[in-house]
């Protein structure tokens, strides 16, 4: 309890919240504490990564143990596997243990296509051998892709708000959603879809999540009139 005190304080680690999941203290910890396949530690190793970047410490856990959570942290400061880590760690185990194989289990939303495909190039590498099947959604993926037989959807709100309208997509299966780049996403006017898309994230344990460089409040505020019992991670300097 101490210990993870003097960890947040040395990484500048800030959280509001209650129960506060321990951060991480190595990647080691990913094995020997949190259980993951060997597989995907293999995985995270051949990212030659020496530790965890501060965000990595504190969100890892958070999202394993199933809270919600605002993770605010400066650009280049390794959000992406931040969520993307707890997210195929959950999936693997699930998997293994066999309780509803089918539907649509994690969406990361982001706010352009470029971004979506950065966070393509780092799940293609954390999943390699894990048998998960992932997706970037596009025009041409709408059209020819089972999103049943889909586990993990990177996408632009836009077009999978448009997909959930028509019900060419069924959203209720899905236990991990994040907004990354959540800034930007409310910037550029995509409420109105994120909206439709958290309403279509009937699932009971559901986990939804923002990351974001920089988090107004009037975003938080609408954020935490939804969200349940969310905790904030905050590394860097303190937000506006
Ligand atoms: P952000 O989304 O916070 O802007 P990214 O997730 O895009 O940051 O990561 C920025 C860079 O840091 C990427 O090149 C990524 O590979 C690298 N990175 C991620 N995690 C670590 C880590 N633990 N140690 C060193 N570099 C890392
Ligand atoms: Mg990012």
New binding site residues.
């Given amino acids: 309890f101490e210990e993870a005190n003097v960890i947040r304080k040395q990484f500048r680690i800030r959280v509001a919240g209650s129960d506060v999941p321990a951060p991480l203290k190595t990647f080691d910890e990913l094995g020997s504490k949190y259980g993951l396949s060997k597989r995907l530690q293999q995985n995270v190793a051949e990212?030659g990564?020496?530790?965890?970047?501060p965000?990595?410490r504190q969100a890892v856990p958070a999202l394993l143990a199933g809270r919600e959570l605002f993770a605010i942290?400066?650009?280049?400061?390794?959000?992406?596997?931040a969520f993307l880590l707890p997210i195929v760690a959950w999936l693997r185990h699930q998997a293994t243990h066999g309780e509803g194989q089918e539907g649509l289990k994690a969406v990361v939303l982001s706010p352009t296509r470029e971004l979506a495909a950065?966070s393509a190039r780092?799940l293609l590498l954390i999943v390699k051998g894990l048998k998960l099947r992932c997706s970037l959604l596009s025009r041409a993926t709408a059209e020819g892709t089972d999103f049943f037989k889909v586990d993990i959807l990177l996408a632009n709100p836009l077009r999978l708000a448009g997909l959930v309208s028509s019900k060419q997509i069924n959203l209720s299966s899905v236990r991990y959603l994040v907004m990354d780049e959540a800034d930007k996403l409310f910037d550029m006017n995509f409420v109105e879809q994120i909206d439709c898309i958290i309403a279509a994230c009937t699932h009971p344990h559901v986990v939804r999540a923002l990351f974001s460089?920089t988090l107004p409040q009037g975003v938080e505020e609408l954020a935490r009139s939804v969200l349940k019992d969310p905790l904030r991670v905050t590394v860097g300097e303190r937000n506006t």
């Fill in positions: 990212l990564f020496s530790e965890p970047t965000i990595q942290a400066p650009t280049g400061s390794g959000k992406t596997l950065q780092c460089a």
